[in-house]
């Protein structure tokens, strides 16, 4: 689907997720994004009267102009390989509510420190698993 890729608000810049407004998501649901065989998961929010209200006031900006509009920050458009800031994108988004999804949301996240702790406690649990086995033995 074709989306109108704009910067993410200042405050969404390392917070993990990006707003769309199609397809129809619940609030904070763990969306696959793909673009030519690269692919990332995050939050998405949807796009709300309010959301296009504040980017009109802000920027002087309609994105009720855009027939698809998608907001994203720097670090999932590189992640991407989007060489673009802004204009019309191809995209694949769909829902991948489940613990795999929510699990490379935490590991495709823009902060640092949330995929060093996910990366972290992945090697805990595969540690512990191991002493388990390793004391049945």
């Not at 074709?2 to 810049?13: G, P, S």
């Not at 998501?25 to 995050?42: D, F, K, N, P, Q």
């Not at 204009?87 to 823009?110: K, S, T, Y």
Request: a neutral charge; one cysteine or more; hydrophobic letters at 45%.
């Amino acid at each position: 689907m074709k989306y109108q890729l704009h910067h993410a608000l200042w405050q969404d810049m390392e917070s993990g997720s990006i707003w769309i407004q199609e397809p129809v998501v619940t609030s904070r649901t763990v969306v696959r994004v793909t673009h030519r065989g690269r692919a990332l998961y995050c939050e998405a929010k949807q796009i709300d009267a309010y959301l296009r209200a504040y980017f009109l006031k802000e920027f002087a900006e309609d994105l009720g102009g855009d027939t698809n509009p998608l907001l994203m920050n720097a670090w999932y458009r590189k992640r991407l390989g989007l060489e673009a800031d802004s204009g019309e994108v191809e995209l694949d988004i769909q829902a991948a509510e489940n613990p795999w999804g929510r699990f490379f949301a935490c590991l495709h996240h823009p902060q640092l420190a949330v995929r060093l702790a996910t990366w972290l406690a992945t090697w805990s649990v595969a540690l512990a698993v191991l002493g388990i086995i390793l004391a049945l033995r």
